[in-house]
């Protein structure tokens, strides 16, 4: 191993001997298995395959049996143009698949529902101690927070429906989906902070202090957000439960997608996610041109990297790259096959 090499593997804080003991292992088998998780996540930065590999899970799914659902809140969702045919915000059969739907959730359709769900009791108790019109709702929905709290509640609430034996829920690039990790709770606590202000500050004028208080019977604005917080504290439960729900990070071996990785993978174990496989998409596995090869030992050396800091959590296998795009069924199909029955030749 020159110089050059020695450097490189050190700034991810491998040593020589490591990448030596790893390179011996090149052969590496692994198939992807799921077991019985009723949501299968896919996780990854945006462009290294996130999509695909939804797309290939979900028709594999299908093909052995079972109503599945493939959903994607990508703002820039790609499961139309994947599966060529239009999905809408409801779950939409996809043509020539039995047993498979899809859909794309928007933010505007999330916080439609958001509204519909909590919009009267919100209204009603704030009216009850201040003017506001029905819009304030709208305001209210606005707050950072609001729509990635009431998206993971909508999933979940799609998993527990029993409507479909597996949700596979193809996910926004990273930040979006961190995000929606962490802040359920922020927002809450804001709400509860501005309530109890607000109360106080009403309750200092007697004429008000007594319209601050609800009508005999109705709970109060603490006691409903409290409500929300307990069923946001179960939403978060459910997807951290391991039995419910398989996470896989889909990446690709370069070295923005080795960088975004380690961040996905910081945050996911940062809200307790336990990330079942990671899928190294795009690998170059025959080099038939100085261009290939070039690239392919490129790759190599990030395979490795990626492999000896991580084989020992969770199965790493790889998804060669295709000299097509994959779309429509018949390559989708070629991917799952790839993922589920050839595995990774590197
Ligand atoms: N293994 C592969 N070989 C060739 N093309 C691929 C492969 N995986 C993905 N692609 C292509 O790369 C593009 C991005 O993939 P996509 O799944 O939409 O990424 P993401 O959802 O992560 O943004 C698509 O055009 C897709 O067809
Ligand atoms: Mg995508």
């Given at each position: 191993m020159g110089l050059g090499q020695k450097t490189f593997y050190a700034s991810y804080g491998i040593s020589s001997e490591k990448v030596n003991r790893v390179e011996k292992d090149r052969v590496n088998s692994n198939t992807l298995t799921l077991e019985h998780q009723r949501l299968i996540m896919i996780g990854g930065k945006?462009?290294?395959?996130k999509t695909t590999t939804a797309a290939a899970i979900a028709l594999w799914l299908s093909r052995h049996g079972g109503k599945i659902l493939i959903l994607s809140s990508d703002p820039a969702p790609s499961l139309s143009d994947i599966f060529e045919t239009p999905l809408k915000d409801i779950p939409t059969p996809i043509p020539m698949i039995p047993g498979l739907f899809g859909m794309e959730i928007s933010s505007r359709e999330v916080l439609r529902r958001w509204k519909e769900c909590f919009g009267p009791e919100i209204y009603e108790v704030i009216s009850s101690f201040a003017r506001v019109d029905y819009d304030f709702v709208d305001y209210i929905g606005s707050a950072p927070g609001i729509e990635e709290e009431y998206l993971l509640n909508y999933i979940m609430e799609l998993v527990q429906s029993?409507?479909?034996?597996r949700v596979v829920w193809d996910t926004a690039p990273a930040g979006h989906t961190l995000r929606l990790l962490q802040l359920p709770g922020i927002f809450l606590e804001h709400l509860e902070a501005a309530t109890k202000f607000y109360m106080n500050l009403y309750s200092t004028f007697d004429k008000l202090k007594a319209s601050a208080k609800l009508q005999k019977g109705k709970r109060t604005l603490l006691q409903i957000i409290s409500g929300w917080r307990e069923l946001s504290q179960r939403v978060i439960e459910l997807i951290q439960d391991k039995r419910n729900v398989a996470v896989l990070v889909v990446t690709i071996p370069e070295a923005l997608g080795v960088k975004q990785t380690e961040r996905i993978l910081a945050e996911f174990d940062e809200s307790n996610l336990q990330v079942n496989a990671l899928i190294v998409n795009?690998?170059?596995?025959?080099?038939?041109c100085d261009f290939h090869q070039h690239r392919q030992s490129m790759q190599r050396r990030y395979w490795r990297v990626i492999k000896e800091v991580y084989e020992h959590r969770f199965p790493i296998l790889t998804v060669p790259l295709s000299?097509?795009?994959?779309?429509g069924l018949s390559q989708i199909e070629m991917f799952a096959q790839l993922l589920f029955e050839r595995g990774s030749i590197w």
């Open positions: 945006g462009g290294v395959g029993g409507s479909y034996d795009n690998v170059i596995e025959r080099a038939d000299a097509n795009e994959i779309k």
